[in-house]
């Protein structure tokens, strides 16, 4: 017999989009967040047993956790996304971290994506003591057993097509566990993966993979870091009613090939530069977020006559603690040495894209002032990269337009989709 579990939760906390972000409309996730300050400084052991039915090959479940410190600011985060769970037995997923000093609370939970049966059980907690020793902590509901899991567990990420419940199908330890049944998810539109839509080019001896969308003037766009063109699913359908819209998957990622070559800003410029020629396209609208926006910077510089006007969303010139906040860099470079030690072309892939964020583009403010073309310098109030790097960028470009999104983070462009695509079609059009 399943018993339902009904989830409501009143607040949408959101997931950092700098590591492995989802697309928009694939995914969904559940959440239970506890008070953490007693264990400020200590470190973490977050464990959970998960298994997969898989009804679409790409399907994948992950364990994630975050450490929500004062001022609604984000410490630690993981989300597994680089080791995608798909195995159809059960097996125990583990994450450790260190739980920031300011923090307030630990969130955590289960991630899942396309069409599967995902089975989530025994999670639980362990946080280092006085005498350096993990101990458990109790998460309520952590096994699913009870009826007072509505009260703990919710979901963070609701999307029509997952339901999550209680079952006692094969749990893995006591009478239940939680499934989230994705036999019901269907993709809306398939961006990134579109028959129809979907174009290669071979350019700097890779395969590019693009699609244009629409009709008008060109409207190229440039995703972030471990995205794909399925990062602008809510901004196509906007933007193709007034654009030709060409958004591409970067080097080595979406459906893009790469060579072995060292990722760099300047490379993945140089990439969009030969597909541009390839397209004998000249004098082209640009929207990068994030990565895209490092990209459109590095474009508009060293391919001058291609850009007409440049939107950038959270994007940076050059990389250190004035840019992100000490921890998260501290946090970044962890997971890249974790990610060394393991072989495995995934995590190597992961690795290779850590080390992109945290070398950054190698520029200084004076560069940016050989750009002629208007630019909007977008980023969220909360977002990743500071302030004050993101008003340096537009002070020292000749032509921009700055717009600093109140109460957003660097997830502006899928959290309020409306908002933002308005901001940037309005830029657009006062710029012909």
Known sequence: MKRCVPLV??????????????????????????????????????????????????????????????????????????????NNAWQVYAIEGKIDKDAEFLAFGGLYSR????????????????????????????????????????????????????????????????????????????????????????????????????????????????????????????????????????????????DGTPYTYELFADDVGALLDELKLDRVHVVGWGDGGNIGLLLALNYPAKVKNLVTMGANIYMNDHVMDRSVLKEMEAKREALRSDTSGTAQHAARLLTLLLTGPQRVYEDLQAIQCPVLVMSGENDLIKEDHTRGIAAHLPNSTLHIAKGEDQYFPVTHPAKFNAIVLDFLQKNP
């Open 9 to 86: 939760i009143g607040w949408l906390l959101l997931l950092p989009s700098f590591l492995w972000a989802q697309s928009a409309d694939d995914w969904g996730a559940f959440i239970q967040r506890i008070p953490i300050a007693a264990h400020q400084g200590k470190h973490f052991r977050l464990q959970a047993a998960v298994k997969v039915d898989l009804l679409d090959s790409t399907a994948e479940a992950e364990v994630w956790a975050r450490v929500d410190r004062k001022d609604n600011r984000t410490g630690f985060f993981y989300n597994m996304m680089d080791k995608p769970i798909r």
């Open 115 to 258: 069409s599967g049966r995902f089975y989530f059980d025994d999670f639980q907690l362990f946080v280092e003591d006085d005498q350096g020793q993990l101990a458990r902590i109790p998460i309520p509901s952590g096994d699913f057993e009870d009826d007072s899991v509505a009260q703990h567990w919710g979901y963070l990420q609701p999307r029509e097509g997952f339901v999550l419940t209680g079952t006692r199908e094969s749990p893995y330890l006591g009478k239940r566990s939680a499934l989230v049944d994705g036999s019901g998810f269907k993709q809306i539109l398939p961006y990134g993966t579109n028959d129809c839509a979907g174009h290669w080019a071979k350019v700097n001896g890779i395969d590019l993979y693009y699609e244009t969308h629409g009709q008008g003037e060109p409207l190229l766009l440039l995703h972030g870091n471990s995205q794909s063109i399925q990062a602008f699913t809510h901004q196509i359908p906007a933007f193709e009613k007034q654009y030709r819209v060409i958004a591409v998957d970067t080097r080595g990622q979406g459906q893009s090939t790469e």
